[in-house]
């Protein structure tokens, strides 16, 4: 079954630089991963410090593979870091 992961963030505009450039090291990683298939990175219009990202995934037995990815926890951690604050991840089916 696919699924589609549902990212919130919130981010100060101190912030939004280093975490562009961090979400571009994750978009890029995320790439050559069995069973991606799709993303976008969104940043609401009526909150300038909330970003959500809607990645979609051939299955949720693949969305777990990245979600336990060695280099992928690093780069988050340094996300969580950056941001003050866990990353909220939601999984819908499709």
Do not use: P
């Amino acid at each position: 079954m696919t699924v589609k992961i549902f990212i919130k963030r919130k981010v100060s505009a101190n912030n939004i630089l280093e975490l562009t450039i961090l979400l571009k090291k994750l978009r890029s990683l995320t790439l050559s991963q069995s069973g991606y298939i799709y993303g976008e990175t969104l940043r609401r219009v009526d909150k300038d410090d909330e970003c959500l990202v809607i990645s979609t995934w051939r299955s949720l037995e693949d969305w777990n593979a990245w979600l336990h990815n060695e280099q992928r926890i690093q780069i988050q951690s340094d996300i969580d870091s950056l941001l003050g604050e866990k990353t909220d991840y939601s999984v819908y089916e499709v």
